[in-house]
Every structure is written in structure tokens, then in C-alpha cells.
């Protein structure tokens, strides 16, 4: 007869009540801090932008393939955008406002493949 020991790992309701956004780094985005200290997340499926004072933090869950971020804190605001354009003009908003101290560079994903694949000789 072999013996089983349980763990169990409590998490109190204040822990769980300061999670802003959790999300799996397929729907993740992050668009900057601004000049107040304010970190901008987007939730890419919902296309909602969180406004906190702190940053992700990044984790593995187990058997998971994709990296996942969480964001706890306080929620300064939350905008929902309607349109992907709109992320634009928040930015475009924010900067107008707040201004950035630090904005993230963005990738343009088709110039970085189109390169790539015309520097190979690659013609897809």
C-alpha cells in the first residue's frame, strides 16, 4: 500500500479580485507606458484596452505551448474599442493627453516575411 499526500494551494479572494486582464500571448498586446506611469494592455480578442499602474507579469502554464500574461492591480480605465483603427487613435489620444515615455516598437510582421522571402529568392 503506497501513501498519497495532497496539496493544496489556497489562493485568498483578494489575490484573485486584483487580476485586471489575464490573457494567452496569441491575445496580448501592449502599447506603452505614458507619461503619468500608466501601462496600456490590449486584450486582442475583445479589443479592450486595461490602463494599470503596474505591468504583466509573463508565465508558462503547464502544457501550455504559449507564454500568458497577467495583469493585477487596479484598473485606472478600460476602453473598449470597436474597431482595430481605434487603437490608433488611442495612442494617437493618449499621446495628446498623457504623452509616452515609453512606447514599444511595433513589428509589421508582412514587411519583416516580405523581406525576408525576396532577399531568398523566395516569389510566394
Known amino acids: 500500500m503506497s501513501t498519497t499526500t ?3 494551494e489556497t489562493i485568498s479572494d483578494g489575490q484573485q479580485g486584483d ?3 489575464e490573457q494567452s500571448g496569441s491575445y ?3 502599447l506603452g507606458k505614458d507619461g503619468e506611469g500608466f501601462h496600456h494592455h490590449v486584450d486582442e480578442a475583445t479589443n479592450t484596452v486595461y490602463v ?3 505591468r504583466a507579469e509573463r508565465f508558462l502554464p ?3 505551448g504559449v507564454y500568458w500574461f497577467r ?15 481605434d487603437r ?7 499621446d495628446s493627453v498623457r504623452g509616452w515615455i515609453d512606447r514599444p516598437v511595433p513589428i509589421d510582421v508582412k514587411e519583416i516575411f516580405a523581406e525576408m522571402h525576396s532577399t531568398q529568392g523566395d516569389q510566394r
Request: proline share 0%; net charge negative.
Open 71 to 85: 495583469v493585477r492591480g487596479e484598473l485606472n480605465h478600460r476602453e473598449e474599442l470597436e474597431r482595430d483603427e
Open 88 to 94: 490608433d487613435r488611442w495612442v494617437a489620444y493618449v
Open 62 to 64: 503547464a502544457n501550455a
Open 6 to 8: 495532497t496539496a493544496h
Open 19 to 21: 487580476i485586471v486582464l
Open 52 to 54: 494599470t499602474l503596474s
Open 28 to 30: 496580448y498586446g501592449y
